[in-house]
């Protein structure tokens, strides 16, 4: 496939529509965007059974009148940092290999370096909140339980994806996805991270990854090999 | 007096190949040559002549390197090529704005 009639003539005007229609061409040979997405949905599929081991780490602390006590299962605290890395590692390989073998750079290391310092940046302030529960009470539980969310630094990793691949339909995808997270973060804490409440906070946002990854998937067509 | 945005264009930039493998080196960051040869529609020998004039002028980097048993050349944009790119893209504008309003004023 070659762009000769799309890049041809000396007018400036023709010129420069002629470089940005490379750019485009370029972009899109460069792009991957269901692949992260198809990985990070099934790794959030597969966080739930974690949820409901028997134990829980955390502990409680008096303030005035009210006592607060912090509970997380050690499984998830080991699982997601854990698998989250290994996915980023993945995509990591799958794009380096992508590149070579299609003939251009590529554009995803900001992106894996963001999603992987958002894990363990997630991991270390998790940690430290379970013992110190007074936190909950000072900034407002809601607040904490919506932002200590692995979805979330998924969400806020893709935001960094779509800015590397100039992707505008990812960045509504990634705000789409954070506003139904933080949504779904809010029915949990009401339903009290119940047995429903887990669930809700990982099928909905692991379906919006995964009907991403088809859409994308669907439009970008990996089968019929770019130039 | 100011000079014509023209006599601001680069030779070596503003050509339409060299413009094209210029854009793709800055978009990609790293392109392969087959790449470039398939995306602009050049021959090999066209494409190697035009990679030459760029190198030569400290436009571009090439590497030549393996991919398994597969000779490949990979070319990258220097800073000078980056600076040289953004420059003709700022000319090319600039010609555009001093044509458009003489071509679409009404007489």
Wanted: proline share 5%; with cysteine; net charge positive.
């Amino acid at each position: 496939m070659t762009s000769g009639t799309a890049f041809s003539g000396d007018d400036p005007r023709q010129l420069l529509s002629g470089t940005r229609e490379l750019t485009r061409q370029v972009r899109r040979t460069q792009r991957a965007t269901w692949f992260p997405l198809l990985v990070l949905a099934a790794v959030t599929f597969a966080a739930i059974p974690f949820r409901y081991s028997p134990h829980r780490l955390g502990t409680c602390a008096a303030t005035g009148l009210a006592r607060v006590c912090t509970a997380y299962p050690p499984a998830l605290l080991v699982y997601w940092p854990t698998a989250l890395v290994l996915a980023y590692a993945v995509i990591a390989a799958f794009y380096i290999r992508r590149s070579q073998a299609r003939g251009v750079g590529t554009r995803v290391r900001p992106y894996v370096v963001a999603g992987i310092i958002l894990a363990l940046a997630m991991t270390g302030s998790l940690v430290w909140t379970l013992y110190h529960p007074l936190a909950f009470t000072l900034a407002g539980p809601d607040l904490f339980s919506e932002l200590h969310s692995y979805p979330f630094a998924i969400g806020l990793a893709l935001v960094v994806l779509a800015w590397a691949e100039r992707n505008g339909a990812l960045l509504a995808l990634a705000l789409g996805y954070l506003t139904v997270v933080l949504v779904t973060a809010t029915v949990g804490s009401v339903s009290g991270h119940g047995w429903l409440g887990f669930p809700v906070q990982v099928v909905i946002p692991g379906s919006v990854l995964l009907l991403g990854g088809i859409g994308f998937l669907l439009a970008q067509r990996p089968w019929r090999r770019a130039a | 007096m100011t000079s014509h945005p023209a006599n601001g264009l680069d030779d070596i930039v503003h050509q339409r190949v060299r413009l094209g493998i210029l854009t793709i080196a800055h978009e990609a960051r790293r392109v392969e040559f087959s790449y470039l040869r398939d995306t602009l529609g050049l021959t090999a020998g066209n494409l190697s002549q035009h990679l030459g004039v760029l190198e030569t002028a400290g436009l571009i980097a090439i590497e030549k390197g393996y991919a398994g048993k597969r000779a490949r050349t990979w070319v990258t944009l220097t800073k000078a090529g980056q600076a040289a790119l953004e420059d003709e893209i700022a000319q090319l504008k600039l010609l555009i704005s001093r044509i458009e309003p003489a071509g679409t004023s009404p007489s």
